[in-house]
């Protein structure tokens, strides 16, 4: 299996613009989490889904954080419009039921 | 106060020592989580455990439920071993709570 997937590795936009993440999950795992990593906060989670539904998204920042999982093979985070505080590296895992997560590689992302 | 505590946070050694890192929670949690992130960014998930004991080559995961407390040891470290060691707990309602990370340098 190639593991969990994620595009772009590297985003770098402007103030303002929309940033679309993706994410393709190892095939069979029903749950999918976003996080993100900063310096200054570690790690936190944003949002996580079972079988496409999203659970508990008290991690999102705030409304111009939006996630989606249309279905079991792909996800989206989606910023808009994205602010220079947004830049950070993103993180998708996926794991069955509550079990060892597997990461993606990360997204890094700057907002100038 | 964070709900998970880490300690220490940095930590170097000399190739072959013994090493543990500790982490300390305060919520109620399902399990326990130990990711190792290479410094290259990916990270790695090493252990989920809820009671007991778990090793997985030179490594071992412990964790005292009635303490709240887990430790990570890792057993004639080798430099390869240099990364950030992030205990994570979720609660039973599955939000996450992480500690801030231990650097470990493993010196050849």
């Known amino acids: 299996d190639a593991g969990v997937i994620q595009s772009p590795r590297h985003e770098v936009t402007e103030m303002g613009q929309e940033v679309t993440l993706r994410c393709k999950p190892i095939?069979?795992?029903?749950?999918l989490f976003w996080y993100r990593q900063t310096m200054m906060r570690g790690l936190e989670l944003l949002i996580y889904?079972?079988?496409?539904?999203?659970?508990?998204d008290s991690g999102m920042p705030e409304d111009r954080f939006s996630a989606k999982m249309p279905n079991a093979s792909f996800s989206t985070l989606k910023i808009q419009p994205s602010e220079p505080r947004d830049s950070a590296v993103y993180f998708c895992?996926?794991?069955?039921?509550?079990?060892?997560?597997?990461f993606g590689p990360g997204t890094r992302l700057t907002v100038l | 106060k964070n709900e998970v505590e880490q300690s220490p946070q940095n930590l170097t050694a000399q190739e072959g020592e013994f090493i543990t890192i500790n982490c300390s929670y305060s919520?109620?949690?399902?399990?326990l989580h130990w990711l190792q992130q290479h410094p290259g960014g990916g990270i790695v998930s090493l252990f989920m455990?809820?009671?007991g004991k778990k090793k997985h080559g030179r490594l071992i995961a412990t964790i005292n439920i009635q303490e709240k407390h887990s430790s990570l040891h890792i057993t004639a470290s080798h430099p390869r071993d240099s990364a950030v060691y992030i205990c994570?707990?979720?609660?039973?309602?599955?939000?996450?709570?992480f500690g801030t990370g231990t650097s470990l340098t493993v010196i050849p």
């Open positions: 889904f079972n079988n496409n539904v999203p659970i508990d």
């Open positions: 994570a707990a979720p609660n039973t309602g599955n939000q996450f709570y």
């Open positions: 895992a996926s794991t069955t039921g509550p079990g060892t997560q597997y």
């Open positions: 919520v109620g949690i399902s399990a």
């Open positions: 095939s069979g795992h029903d749950y």
């Open positions: 455990l809820s009671s």
